[in-house]
């Protein structure tokens, strides 16, 4: 798959550089230009969204590759590697950051969907009449939902940035994310702009991105949750599930070390 490359004009690759994955939104693509003024002493990589994936699936390993391709051919700094993007982007910072906590230090979502049951309950859209394969539905569509699987950042930080008038992508997609992030503790500082639609004022971004570069990596928390419902996404640190007991359930890790040499765990679903 195609991406850009941004390199610093003064890019000297004897010395380790921060990396910014941008990604687009619906009907955009991975060409790019001369990025936001904000992030031009970085290293900055635009990923294609293979069309309308929202980088799902297919699209959200597309990104991680990018990633690895960048830290094979450019000097990067591991622990400074952030992600944003715009509508479709935002949609995928949120998407690949769940389910990739440990490759980034933090995200910037703006305007991204992040719950199916927001679309559900503003806008009618899904199942009128439940029938016995709905359940397996449900949970499908849940797996391919940011916010079910919230808790992976608790060690992720994020600015997430969304209008209160949007009428693409409806505000409540970043209410419910920042609403489970609250509840789990995860550092979120959540921007709703009044009046602004589905483009948010470019100095709200701005901000973001400058909080985006200050941010770095743990890579060794002393607590790492790690929810699952596929084994792409086999977990994150120091952790990893290797098998799963039943399919069509989540599979969970808790694990925290308490002392020197002692950990607690606490799994479900998981043998």
Known sequence: ???????????????????????HGLGGSHKMGRPRREI??????AADGRGNTDYKLWGELDVIRVVQEAKKRYN???????????????SGSWQV??????????????CGNADHR??????????????????????????ESAAFFAENLINLPS??????????????HSR?????????GAECHYDEVPGAGHGVPGDRIALMLEWLKTQKRNLWPKRVVFKTA???????????IHRFLRGFEYARVEAEAVGDNAFRVKTANIE
């Open 1 to 23: 798959q195609p991406y850009s490359v941004w390199l610093p004009p003064d890019y000297d690759p004897k010395r380790p550089w921060p990396l910014v994955i941008f990604l």
């Open 40 to 45: 031009e002493d970085c290293i900055v990589i």
């Open 76 to 90: 990067i700094d591991p622990d400074r590697v952030w992600m944003f993007g715009i509508s479709m982007g935002g």
């Open 97 to 110: 950051g769940v389910h990739f906590p440990d490759v980034f230090a933090a995200i910037g979502p703006v």
């Open 118 to 143: 927001t679309w559900e309950r503003e806008w009618g859209w899904g199942e009128k009449t439940p029938t016995w394969m709905s359940p397996k539905k449900n949970f499908i569509e849940s797996t």
């Open 159 to 172: 600015w997430p940035i969304h209008g209160d008038k949007d009428n693409v992508v409806p505000v409540g």
């Open 176 to 184: 419910s994310m920042s609403a489970e992030l609250a509840k789990v």
């Open 230 to 240: 596929w084994r792409r996404h086999p977990g994150a640190y120091w952790v990893r």
